[in-house]
């Protein structure tokens, strides 16, 4: 979940200071803020695209790369978040779910840190190249991963999905 956290490190702290240091009013700032991260937060409503044709690996890693390239990354996180719960046992995903969250947010740290700093130090093309780089080295642990065959889902089966209200299987929904 690095490269998520990354991200927004980018969206939430180095854009704002690099508008500010351009003079652009608060408002506008925190108005283009608000709109950059709304693909993000509702890329939920396309994630059951997810289950179609490829694997969850194959979604995860050309999601992260299509990110890295147009820093869209929401659908990146839904096919990792998917992908590493099917391969775990699902009394463990609770945990799986404590640390990918503090990987978000600890990258997210870090990349507002060190965004800053490569901007200020580096010419724009090279600080962006080292930042390119520092968002797509995490997906290299992807090839230690299980990574089970794509759901043969249609796009309509798994979106009908998403709809539905969630059954636990404990009974306790009932």
């Known amino acids: 979940m690095s490269p998520f956290g990354f991200y927004g490190g980018i969206l939430f702290y180095a ?21 950059l991260i709304l693909p993000g937060v509702l890329s939920f409503l396309v994630a059951p695209i997810l289950d179609v044709r490829f694997s969850r ?33 699902s009394d463990r995903r609770p945990t799986l779910s ?7 947010i600890g990258a997210g740290g870090l990349m ?39 759901d043969r889902r249609l796009a309509r089966e798994s979106f009908s999905g998403l709809l539905r209200p969630s059954v636990r299987s404990s009974g306790a929904a009932r």
Not at 139 to 147: D, K
């Open 112 to 150: 507002a840190f060190l965004s800053v700093r490569l901007i200020r130090h580096f010419s724009l093309l090279l600080a962006v190249g080292l930042l390119a780089c520092i968002l797509l080295a995490p997906i290299t642990i992807f090839l230690l991963i299980p990574a089970p065959g794509p």
């Open 15 to 35: 854009v704002p200071q690099l508008l500010a240091a351009r003079h652009i009013p608060e408002e506008r700032i925190a108005s283009l803020t608000g709109l």
């Open 98 to 104: 404590s640390w990918l969250n503090v990987a978000n």
């Open 57 to 89: 690996r194959w979604y995860a890693t050309v999601c992260c790369a299509l990110a890295t390239a147009a820093l869209a990354v929401g659908l990146f996180a839904a096919a990792l978040g998917g992908w590493l719960a099917s391969v775990i046992p």
